[in-house]
């Protein structure tokens, strides 16, 4: 599907389920702190519209869609908020005294009619609606889907004016005694305010770092700085992006022409400004650096943004956007602390995060696994988090850590209070920030009662995290920890990196090959179209092996990992202990059980004997489903029961409701698969929706 459709999907959930859950939960604490005012302790974002990391259909058109958009929804609600305030306010002048602002406000109405004049809040708040129509013709061209005319107010000029109108309403109306003929929909609406503005959700940008340097080799080539600055080693490259930040001068000329790929990425950088401008400072929140590896990167991004105008160099540097470097890979991981370190020790950065209150780093789960197995990459994720925290106590700087999760357990998904508690305590604090992708959206904002529950569930946990913060792990068990990661990771390595016969075999018996025509989402299911597993995005290489149920990336490696522990004196007493008392240990078994429990290897093996042919394709098949039964083995010998989900039911209980329901569904899909194959894809078209259905 098209980004904009993608863009569309998303903000019919915001719609229907977040606004409302949002200010159903706001008067909820309201209710609980009663004097206190409920501060907007969450903020929303999104990067569709964004980011363009490997995804040709994201640019400077496709941003200002997604901003566009988001205002057009945040204006309409507030209209419809402020069109039942106003049938709540039906209120005389000689019944109900008002503030002198009320009448100031009511008066900037032209020729309002002897009716509305002796009605004076509702007279406000129609001019209060005018100048909020105002802004939406400003920002959409269109005004307020409730109003019949276009607006000749003037418009807000920020969303702080919009909120000391209606704290003006709100105060007359306390002051002469009127609060409860409104309720809490007024002070719902001022937070509603605080926390959407006019942007609604945040948009963060994202690239790789690999582009940033192709289009800074560019611009310095083409200025005449640099003539090969990519073949630079990274203390060269340093040393010649600081002293580009230094000039005042910019560094593009718009003389020049330049690479489609570097106009497209200096003009998705200049709508950004403008967005800034037009919509306010938290239209665009981080600037996200995927594949960041050295402090390169992260200056070479903040040379593009003073391109822009996002960032100033010299002797005062700051920055319009946060400065997100993300370390995905098992050895991006190893080597973040270092890289920050470098970072956090160079001038403009102290300035930089000074100046933002905080250093963001968004850590990955998804190609952690793909690219070192399920425990390695919660390890590291762990041990990088710990490490980049005290990397920052050392520079005086706070941090955030941007949890990039998926919905699935390879993805780093699971359920969220869980993954909160998980975290290693020196690294919990009073903000978080996560990715809710894909499916997930729906599952957990689709409706506006589970998206309340959903977002309750996040602000809670880290309440509690804050307030009750785990137990310190000893230091025998980051031991244990450190050495089943290394062993894992050795046998993960082993079959999907070493194996010759793993990448015929994971094409040939999943549908991987099939993937890239579902209208799930707009995103390419490949960064780049040529190599092997390596270039595949995490969703699709989950998503694919999920599909046969064998769900081999979140467990793969971690039999061998346990069965030599278990083998091993105190191996097994070790392991309990760790499973109850360190929340981190134990929230990766309880995962790792339930996920062993929604596999089936029975399943598995039917797509094998229906797609696969070659003898020593099959032969691996076997090999894994034995690892997959060696694995469960030890799991519950950990775990001390007859079988899975012993203590969770209602799961067991879930999984076995569904269970025949789906079965079929295989069986269907197997066929169509190999339908598909055997005709070269030449399958009719009622087949061929068959398949992607």
């Not at 209710?31 to 501060?39: I, N, V």
């Not at 009511?106 to 609606?129: C, Q, W």
């Not at 809710?436 to 959903?454: C, H």
Request: aromatic share 6%; glycine share 8%; charged share 25%.
């Amino acid at each position: 599907i098209a980004v904009a459709d993608e863009i569309r999907n998303v903000l019919s959930v915001v719609r229907q389920s977040v606004l409302p859950a949002v200010a159903a939960l706001y008067a909820d604490w309201q209710g609980l702190l009663t004097d206190a005012e409920t501060p907007p302790v969450l903020s929303l974002g999104s990067w569709l519209g964004g980011d363009r990391d490997g995804h040709p259909g994201v640019d400077a058109a496709a941003l200002r869609t997604a901003l566009e958009a988001q205002a057009r929804l945040i204006c309409d609600f507030y209209a419809g908020e402020l069109r039942a305030l106003g049938r709540d306010l039906a209120i005389s002048s000689g019944f109900a005294e008002v503030s002198a602002e009320i009448r100031e406000l009511g008066a900037a109405m032209p020729d309002p009619s002897p009716h509305r004049r002796d009605e004076p809040y509702r007279l406000a708040l129609e001019a209060i609606f005018d100048r909020l129509s105002a802004v939406s013709q400003k920002l959409t061209g269109q005004p307020v889907a409730f109003a019949l005319t276009p607006s000749q107010a003037e418009p807000y000029d920020d969303p702080e004016a919009f909120i000391a109108d209606l704290r003006a309403v709100a105060q007359s109306i306390e002051a002469h005694g009127g609060e409860r003929m409104v309720g809490p929909r007024l002070k719902r609406l001022i937070l509603a305010v605080q926390a959407f503005g006019f942007h609604l959700l945040t948009i963060d940008l994202r690239q790789n770092a690999d582009v940033h340097a192709r289009v800074v080799a560019e611009l310095l080539a083409r200025a005449g700085a640099v003539a090969d600055y990519e073949a630079l080693d990274e203390d060269a490259r340093v040393e010649v992006l600081l002293a580009e930040l230094a000039h005042a001068r910019p560094l593009r000329s718009p003389y020049l022409d330049y690479s489609a790929e570097t106009a497209k990425e200096l003009a998705i950088l200049d709508a950004a400004a403008r967005a800034l401008d037009l919509y306010g400072p938290k239209a665009l929140g981080a600037y996200v650096i995927s594949k960041a590896a050295a402090v390169s990167d992260i200056l070479a991004l903040l040379v593009l943004m003073k391109q822009a105008g996002l960032a100033r160099g010299g002797a005062r540097p700051e920055t319009r956007m946060r400065l997100s470097p993300l370390f995905e890979t098992i050895t991006d991981l190893e080597q973040a602390p270092d890289i920050l370190r470098a970072w956090l020790a160079l001038p403009p950065a102290r300035a930089i995060v000074g100046q933002a209150g905080y250093q963001e780093v968004m850590l990955g789960y998804s190609d952690s696994n793909k690219d070192g197995g399920y425990i390695a990459s919660r390890l590291h994720v762990a041990l990088a988090a710990s490490a980049l925290s005290s990397a920052c106590l050392e520079n005086g700087a706070a941090l955030q850590i941007f949890h990039g999760r998926g919905g699935s357990i390879g993805r780093g998904g699971g359920p969220a209070a869980a993954s909160v508690m998980a975290q290693p305590f020196e690294v919990i604090p009073s903000r978080m920030r996560w990715t809710e992708q894909g499916e997930m959206i729906r599952f957990k904002f689709g409706q506006p009662d589970i998206a309340l529950r959903s977002m309750e569930i996040y602000a809670c946990a880290v309440l509690e995290a804050t307030l009750l913060p785990p137990r310190a792990p000893e230091p025998h068990w980051r031991e244990e920890m450190d050495q089943l990661a290394k062993v894992a990771h050795g046998a993960y390595v082993g079959v999907v990196r070493e194996d010759p016969d793993f990448v015929p075999y994971f094409r040939a018996v999943t549908p991987e090959g099939a993937l890239g025509r579902l209208p799930l989402g707009s995103r390419p299911t490949k960064r780049r179209q040529d190599g092997g597993v390596e270039t595949l995005r995490a969703i699709p290489w989950i998503f694919a092996w999920t599909q046969i149920r064998l769900m081999l990336p979140a467990w793969l490696g971690s039999g061998e990992a346990f069965a030599r522990r278990l083998e091993q004196p105190g191996g097994r007493d070790v392991l309990q202990e760790m499973r109850n008392e360190w929340p981190f240990f134990g929230t990766y078994l309880d995962m790792l059980e339930m996920l062993l429990a929604k596999a089936d290897v029975a399943i598995a093996a039917y797509y094998e004997h229906r797609l696969v042919d070659e003898p020593s394709l099959k032969a691996l098949g076997k090999k894994l489903r034995q690892r997959f039964a060696s694995l469960e083995e030890a799991v519950l010998d950990i775990l001390q029961q007859e079988k899975l989900l012993e203590t969770t039911p209602l799961i067991r209980q879930a999984i076995d409701v569904r269970n025949p329901y789906i079965d079929p569904l295989h069986g269907l899909q197997a066929e169509l698969l190999q339908r598909n194959r055997d005709a070269d894809g030449a399958i009719s078209a009622d087949l061929s929706r068959a398949l992607m259905v």
